[in-house]
């Protein structure tokens, strides 16, 4: 066991987690794209005026042919207040360089390293690099020369820090991000109560069934349940069906049985007050209140016979006694059935024996409940003992299956016989067959049903013998109970595996 109970869920907080749970996490996303999206939206811009930078420079380029038509002499007409002008920032620095068709250096800062590409004139790239270990970004372009042998397109690159970059990304993140703290709290309460109205159906549903009455067992509307709870509701109306068969079941069996104690209980009352009658008028006859005495045993155990068949009517529908199953010797119980009522068979005048396997044969072997088949075989033998008249026979026959699928337990008397027409009824609690003067309970049969149901037994009901010349004869046709329990794989193996 575990040492503490597994928590309740809650319906609510589980949605609500499934709901939250993507949201958060995919805010942190957001957030990492959002600033991405601000550095693309923050360098457009700047881009465009370093590229114009580059070019307004390009344009102050003169390339002079050589004379001995070699690569061509590059000069820059661009004057110093013009590149002061240039190079005039308030946030970011400004570097350019000048690159001559010889791979010399023209103008401007050294510290910006001629890149790798391929030379395509007059198109303005883009690149980032580092000036004294701090990041700037660079456009470059280079443009046509004099067209001398060995000469290379002369080079004008301009370099800006990325202060001002960094300012407007950062603007544009507040601009986004600051919102979303504010929306972000007001979706989880939106969801709140939106989920809180979702679910209130299923609350009017509880208030519904906890208004309800303890009796009133009718079922719930479909309609007014949500189209997703109508399953659960589908359900629970099918257990408030088979709760109120139940009930109605138990509450017919219960007003039979009050019915059926209620005879030998009013004998006992009678004959009591009977009893004390007579003493108190002075009459001393012995025999008199022998009789009395005597009807008070009879019905004191009439009313013990059926108590203890309603005990094991109980037993009998007991599912936990059920399930606790073992090795049955079938043989066994119907000998000690045979045993138990001989006396009442010798006061009865009625032959009982016993047909079948001896001793430790393993052909009446089976796997069952050795309490329930013991009652099953009682009920079995005492029914035929009420119905069969002096000088009847009872026989008790265990036979095995020649192909070892089942274990056959019969009961057959010579007494008036079940019509065909009554064979399903008397299975019924308290139904007794037409026609017969039997004291009884009522409940033999019923407990041998369900007994052999929880077995996976079947029970058929013959006539003993043929009905016209039983009759011609001045007998019954007598009944035959035959009853066949399943053998599974392990009841067919040895013993010992048994």
């Known amino acids: 066991m575990h040492p503490f109970p597994p928590e309740q869920r809650s319906l609510f907080g589980e949605i609500l987690d499934w709901m939250l749970a993507p949201l958060l996490l995919l805010w942190p996303m957001s957030l990492a794209l959002t600033y991405a999206v601000a550095q693309n939206i923050a360098n457009r811009p700047y881009d465009r005026e370093l590229g114009d930078k580059a070019r307004t420079i390009a344009r102050q380029i003169v390339v002079e042919p050589a004379r001995d038509g070699g690569p061509g002499l590059v000069k820059l007409r661009l004057p110093e207040v013009a590149a002061d002008v240039l190079r005039s920032d308030d946030t970011d620095r400004v570097y350019f360089h000048v690159v001559g068709a010889r791979g010399e250096h023209v103008a401007g800062d050294r510290e910006l390293f001629v890149p790798d590409d391929e030379p395509v004139i007059d198109e303005v790239r883009f690149r980032d690099g580092e000036i004294q270990s701090e990041p700037v970004r660079i456009a470059y372009l280079w443009i046509r020369g004099s067209g001398g042998r060995d000469e290379t397109p002369p080079l004008v690159q301009v370099g800006e820090t990325l202060e001002k970059r960094s300012q407007l990304a950062t603007e544009i993140i ?251 009824l008397v299975f019924q609690a308290f139904y007794r067959a037409l026609g017969t003067e039997v004291d009884g309970s009522g409940l033999g049969l019923a407990i041998v049903k369900e007994i052999a149901l929880q077995h996976s037994a079947s029970v058929t009901i013959t006539d003993a013998r043929p009905r016209a010349p039983a009759c011609s004869s001045g007998q019954g046709p007598g009944a035959l109970f035959t009853l066949r329990f399943p053998l599974t794989a392990s009841e067919n193996s040895s013993p010992a595996t048994a």
Do not use: C
Request: net charge neutral; glycine share 6%; no cysteine.
């Open 174 to 424: 507040k601009g986004v991000i600051i919102p979303q703290f504010i929306i972000l709290p007001v979706a989880v309460v939106l969801v709140w109560f939106a989920l809180a109205r979702g679910i209130r159906p299923l609350h009017e549903l509880q208030q519904r069934i906890r208004r309800r009455k303890s009796q009133d067992l009718s079922p719930i509307e479909e309609r007014d349940a949500p189209e997703e709870v109508a399953p659960l509701v589908r359900a629970i109306n099918d257990l408030l069906a088979r709760l109120d068969q139940s009930i109605s079941t138990q509450k017919h069996f219960l007003a039979d049985a009050a019915h059926q104690l209620k005879t030998p209980l009013a004998g006992l009352r009678m004959q009591a007050e009977l009893a004390q009658r007579e003493i108190d008028a002075g009459q001393q006859d012995p025999r008199a209140l022998k009789r009395s005495l005597q009807q008070i045993a009879r019905s004191s155990q009439r009313a013990a016979h059926m108590v203890n068949q309603l005990l094991s009517m109980a037993r009998a529908e007991d599912k936990e006694i059920a399930l606790r199953k073992q090795e049955v010797r079938l043989d066994r119980l119907a000998r000690e059935a045979v045993h138990d009522f001989v006396p009442k068979a010798m006061d009865k005048r009625i032959d009982l024996g016993y047909e079948g396997p001896e001793g430790d044969a393993p052909a009446g072997r089976m796997i069952g409940q050795p309490l329930l088949i013991r009652e099953l075989v009682r009920n079995l033998v005492d029914n035929a003992l009420q119905y069969t008249p002096a000088g009847g026979e009872v026989t008790v026959r265990v036979m095995p299956d020649p192909f070892g699928q089942v274990v056959v337990l019969q009961v057959e008397d010579s007494g008036p016989g079940i019509p065909e027409a009554e064979r399903d």
